[in-house]
């Protein structure tokens, strides 16, 4: 079992709806969680942390967090086409200092 | 406040050569990561390091590769010999000392082509 996994996508939303991503981790110990949006030959760039169980608003953007089952999730509220690229859920795995990577999940908002 | 600097942001070398990647953490942060990322592909991590010591290598290949973080300048990524497989994007981000819960953030990378 992987690590930090993510559905690849690509996900499709049209504009204006709420995108949803998932991101599921194997560690139950884990104590730190991150979504990083990176556009395409970009790096990679902090957008929300949480960890704490619940919910972590900031703008169009929450973070949700189940600790019991292993999952966090990124909701993007009013999505736009601007918000089209690749999100990456991060994961400091137990007690490890170092995020470990999903492989990202493809977001496409279209007009 | 300056962000994570990386340097050179592009990097072409011949098969053979040596790659030598910088990184400069942000101002406050003591630790540093590497990380590769091949196209469409994850960010794969490499190597963690804490000033003049290297906490985590799991992730970079035993042969070729080293990595440093002297006491002063930036943190140094090298590749020796370098082959067609080493092209990719080698991203450095750094977060703040602590115990506690802390954010990592990224520099722009380092793109390297073999040829």
């Known amino acids: 079992q992987k690590e930090v996994e993510q559905n690849s996508g690509p996900l499709s939303v049209p504009e204006g709806a709420i995108a949803s991503l998932n991101c599921t981790y194997s560690d139950r110990g884990s104590q730190s969680f991150f979504w990083y949006r990176q556009y395409s030959g970009k790096s990679p760039e902090l957008i929300m942390f949480?960890?704490?169980?619940g919910d972590k608003e900031d703008g169009r953007f929450t973070a949700q967090l189940n600790k019991a089952s292993q999952y966090v999730s990124l909701l993007i509220r009013d999505s736009q086409p601007s918000d089209s690229a690749t999100y990456l859920c991060?994961?400091?795995?137990?007690?490890?200092?170092?995020?470990?990577f999903g492989r990202g999940t493809s977001l496409i908002v279209h007009p | 406040n300056a962000g994570v600097m990386q340097n050179p942001r592009h990097l072409v070398r011949r098969r053979g050569q040596e790659a030598r990647l910088r990184c400069s953490p942000m101002k406050g942060h003591s630790h540093v990561y590497w990380y590769r990322q091949l196209p469409e592909e994850g960010l794969k991590f490499m190597v963690y390091?804490?000033?003049?010591?290297?906490?985590?290598e799991s992730g970079m290949p035993k042969e070729r590769f080293s990595a440093e973080f002297p006491k002063e300048g930036p943190s140094i990524l090298r590749i020796q010999q370098v082959v067609r497989g080493d092209s990719a994007a080698y991203f450095c981000?750094?977060?703040?000392?602590?115990?506690?819960?802390?954010?990592?953030?990224f520099g722009q990378g380092t793109r390297l082509t073999v040829v």
């Open positions: 981000a750094s977060s703040p000392p602590g115990e506690g819960n802390t954010e990592a953030f």
């Open positions: 991060a994961v400091r795995i137990g007690g490890s200092y170092i995020p470990t």
């Open positions: 390091l804490q000033k003049e010591n290297i906490i985590d």
């Open positions: 949480i960890y704490s169980n």
